[in-house]
T-cell receptor, first 109, second 113 residues
Framework: SQQGEEDPQALSIQEGENATMNCSYKTSINNLQWYRQNSGRGLVHLILIRSNEREKHSGRLRVTLDTSKKSSSLLITASRAADTASYFCATDPDNDMRFGAGTRLTVKP | GAVVSQHPSRVICKSGTSVKIECRSLDFQATTMFWYRQFPKKSLMLMATSNEGSKATYEQGVEKDKFLINHASLTLSTLTVTSAHPEDSSFYIC?????????FGPGTRLLVL
């Protein structure tokens, strides 16, 4: 079963706007990871944040982690049409990865 | 929602034996399935893309003869780890591509002694 739950399930924005996706999980974790899936392709690893970290940046990506609320957010700044994809969070509560259902992001040019 | 199963969930085998892992989409047909591998505390690594009725597409660095993939039907893909060695011990996850997104199996923990 999937532990993480992303919201919203779908998000549509204009190019240049910021996109924020959230992920909630149920049990304690070692780390939380965000992945991107382009249409019909496999997952691409975006960023990993450890349980003792609160925020992490990678280019236009910003990830926050709140272990007290068991939630994480992924912010994509200055979005581009190429950012259109599904985004998944994954956790490893028992060293085996668990995925959420994903957020489908559409960035309109 | 769509469900993907994997079997077995855990397997322990001796070095040199082969292990087959099944990935099934239970309530939808999937022409494309993906196989991933996760090392402890590391990110997921895409191993191959499994296409029904055709040969799998392997990622760079993944040995085709070591990790045999067969996508025999629209609901079943299998990954066979041939002549397994301790370094093959890992967590293997499959996912099946649905209409709008992909759905993940629960994973298979392989331990090679």
């Amino acid at each position: 079963s999937q532990q993480g739950e992303e919201d919203p399930q779908a998000l549509s924005i204009q190019e240049g706007e910021n996109a924020t996706m959230n992920c909630s999980y149920k049990t304690s974790i070692n780390n939380l990871q965000w992945y991107r899936q382009n249409s019909g392709r496999g997952l691409v690893h975006l960023i990993l944040i450890r349980s003792n970290e609160r925020e992490k940046h990678s280019g236009r990506l910003r990830v926050t982690l709140d272990t007290s609320k068991k939630s994480s957010s992924l912010l994509i700044t200055a979005s581009r049409a190429a950012d259109t994809a599904s985004y998944f969070c994954a956790t490893d509560p028992d060293n085996d990865m668990r995925f959420g259902a994903g957020t489908r992001l559409t960035v309109k040019p | 929602g769509a469900v993907v199963s994997q079997h077995p969930s855990r397997v322990i085998c001796k070095s040199g034996t082969s292990v087959k892992i099944e990935c099934r989409s239970l309530d939808f047909q999937a022409t494309t399935m993906f196989w991933y591998r996760q090392f402890p505390k590391k990110s997921l690594m895409l191993m191959a893309t499994s296409n029904e009725g055709s040969k799998a597409t392997y990622e760079q660095g993944v040995e085709k003869d070591k990790f045999l993939i067969n996508h025999a039907s629209l609901t079943l893909s299998t990954l066979t780890v041939t002549s397994a060695h301790p370094e093959d011990s890992s967590f293997y996850i499959c996912s099946a591509l649905g209409k709008e997104t992909q759905y993940f199996g629960p994973g298979t923990r392989l331990l090679v002694l």
